[in-house]
């Protein structure tokens, strides 16, 4: 039940999104219209204008990759190390350290491929 609800109400969202999106495309173009009767010319424009991320939004990724490989990695050799915890136990973390390393090699990789601005 709280499945549907949580997917019900992310569909809600994208709807209402969509529907807000159209409004603001059709407000635009009734204004352009207007001008256009009227002899106003008007200049091209994109309706959404390219967001660049900041220096510290891209520092997000390799800083997350770093924290949870050193903590997983710290964690597997902690239950490594504890005679108390049972023998095989100390590989749980390794999903975590994995994330962290493909966060690391992700934002690696996409900096080579991406032209510097």
Known sequence: MVA??????ILGYLYLKHESRQKKIEI???ERMAAMDKGIPLP???L???RRPSESERLVIPIL??????ISTGAMIMLAVNPSVPHGFWISPLP???MGVGLLAFHLLKDKGAPRR
């Open 28 to 30: 635009v173009h009734q």
């Open 48 to 50: 959404e204008l390219e």
């Open 65 to 70: 990759g770093t924290v949870l490989f050193s």
């Open 96 to 98: 975590l350290a994995f």
């Open 44 to 46: 091209e424009f994109p």
């Open 4 to 9: 549907l609800a949580l997917a019900g109400g």
